[in-house]
């Protein structure tokens, strides 16, 4: 098959990956994959820019900061859907510490940030970069929670975001996990996605 549409079908969000840092030219060549993305012609060139953390410390920081809020969501869930409040919490019981919920301690993390009106451009770029991921035996997973870093000054300070821009992604990046530990396998199951046949109406000759 057609190696694009290979890579496209393939891939899905990993939640589990191998502590093996990911070399920056293969982060390169992803982040410029990214970067070649269509983009709306209003902002005449990429709107976007790239922040790519593979620095542990900061990745701590980045989970200090995101994990309450993915705590409070998960609570708040509760209420309103019991089911995905199970799946959440199941794959955190199953966790190792340190048990990284946000970023399920990913070795790269890429922030794709841009103005905060062009969500449709920037998000191009964040599919672009899992495609290209996928391509080089690489999984990710677009992770929201991830993106709720600003109520912590330092960590904006350091992505250098400005007022009219928004995080897209955080796309986590890695290997993904060969063996994950059997609890761990069985929560990621139920996570895993719930996928329906493209629903089309063919407006034909
Ligand atoms: C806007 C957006 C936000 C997402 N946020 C999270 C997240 O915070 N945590 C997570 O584990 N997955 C997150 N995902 C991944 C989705 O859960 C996943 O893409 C979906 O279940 C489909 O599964 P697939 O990617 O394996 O095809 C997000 C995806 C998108 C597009």
């Known amino acids: 098959m057609n190696s694009v549409i290979e890579a496209i079908n393939h891939r899905r969000s990993t939640r589990c990956f191998e502590e093996k840092p990911v070399p920056k030219e293969v982060l390169n060549m992803i982040v ?8 709306t012609s209003m902002t005449r060139s990429q709107p976007w820019r790239f922040v ?5 410390a900061f990745k701590q920081k ?6 309450p809020i993915w705590k409070q969501s998960i609570e708040g869930m509760k209420t309103i859907s019991l089911e995905l409040y199970e799946m ?16 399920y301690n990913a070795p790269a993390i890429v922030f794709v940030i841009g103005p905060a009106d062009n969500a ?3 998000a191009l770029a964040c599919e672009n970069i899992m495609i290209a991921a996928e391509s080089l035996g690489l999984g990710s997973c677009y992770v929201g929670f991830g993106a709720m870093v600003k109520g912590n000054t330092e960590v904006t300070q350091t992505l250098e975001l400005k007022a009219d821009e928004a995080i897209y992604g955080p796309i986590l990046l890695g290997y993904p996990k060969v063996n994950p530990p059997t609890e761990v396998a069985t929560a ?13 109406k063919w407006i034909y000759p």
């Open 62 to 67: 980045l989970f200090q900061t995101t994990f």
């Open 32 to 39: 410029e994959a990214g970067n070649q993305a269509p983009y």
């Open 120 to 122: 449709v451009s920037c």
């Open 188 to 200: 990621l199951e139920k996570i895993g996605p719930n996928k329906k046949d493209a629903q089309i």
């Open 88 to 103: 959440a919490m199941s794959l955190y019981n199953a966790m190792e510490e340190p048990k990284d919920v946000v970023y």
């Open 52 to 56: 790519v953390v593979q620095d542990q």
